[in-house]
């Protein structure tokens, strides 16, 4: 039987890594204060590596490098409560990030919110699932 491939990593591609250090601290991301001004590795508790590189570093790494990450992936983070979506939503939103979709109740159950990094990428925010807050269609979203 062939070995499947297993999601173990993720790369962010950063402009700014002060900022980004700064903004993935607020979301609880252990970062140290001695990590590399081009380059930062974290291992999450779940045992997923996220990699922080900045744009000048990347081709040392990736030759097909074009100066561009963009894509449509959004990166998920579960707070412990829907409260919390909201208050690190604010939060975020005033160091750096760009508020996106704000907090609201969704279809699944989860109260969720969308907040870009310096860089732009995604990042969702997401209280557990109460299956009692389950509803279908979905409604209309908040705006930013």
């Known amino acids: 039987m062939q070995d499947l491939p297993a999601l173990n990593q993720l790369n962010v591609i950063v402009k700014n890594m002060t900022a980004t250090v700064d903004f993935y601290r607020r979301l609880g991301v252990q970062i140290a204060d001695d990590h590399d001004d081009n380059h930062v590795d974290v291992k999450l508790p779940s045992g997923l590596l996220i990699e922080f590189d900045t744009e000048a570093f990347v081709p040392s790494w990736d030759g097909g490098w074009n100066g561009s990450a963009r ?40 109260r969720y919110a969308i907040v870009e990094d310096p860089d732009g990428n995604a990042i969702g925010i997401m209280s557990p699932i109460d299956k009692a807050r389950k509803f279908w269609p979905p409604g209309p979203l908040p705006r930013p």
Not at 75 to 80: C, H, L, N
Not at 89 to 109: K, N
Request: hydrophobic share 40%.
């Open 71 to 110: 894509g449509g992936l959004v990166v998920g983070f579960r707070v412990a409560s829907r409260e919390v979506v909201d208050a690190l939503y604010a939060e975020l939103s005033t160091a750096g990030g760009r508020p996106r979709q704000p907090p609201y109740d969704a279809f699944w159950g989860a």
